[in-house]
Nanobody, 121 residues
Framework: QVQLVESGGGLVQAGGSLRLSCAASGSIFRMNAMGWFRRAPGEQRELVAAITSGDTTNYADSVKDRFTISRGNAKNVVILQMSSLKPEDTAVYYC???????????????WGQGTQVTVSS
């Protein structure tokens, strides 16, 4: 199994910045991708940003040029730097990992418990 531990989040005024961090641990044979999703009240969960093992990144249009996803210094750590935050960025943010736990198993999705980000106007 793979465990994801998230940190960061909180309350910030519009225009401010926050940093989310996610560390994956457990029986990781290969980490294929890590990323962040979010779910706002009454909305479906949506991709915010992701980074693959080859360092290809993908962003939601709504966060391009404001959010940056990167790898941490430690293995299997991903950072989401959020800048110029808007009230519509308010949501629960979930860390996601796509990983294989052995060479004989297909990759699976793993999720963190979520961290609240609230942006006040």
């Amino acid at each position: 199994q793979v465990q994801l531990v998230e940190s960061g989040g909180g309350l910030v005024q519009a225009g401010g910045s926050l940093r989310l961090s996610c560390a994956a641990s457990g029986s990781i044979f290969r980490m294929n991708a890590m990323g962040w999703f979010r779910r706002a009240p009454g909305e479906q969960r949506e991709l915010v940003a992701a980074i693959t093992s080859g360092d290809t990144t993908n962003y939601a249009d709504s966060v391009k040029d404001r959010f940056t996803i990167s790898r941490g210094n430690a293995k299997n750590v991903v950072i989401l730097q959020m800048s110029s935050l808007k009230p519509e960025d308010t949501a629960v943010y979930y860390c996601n990992a796509v990983a294989k736990t052995s060479p004989w198993r297909a990759e699976s999705d793993y999720w963190g418990q979520g961290t609240q980000v609230t942006v006040s106007s």
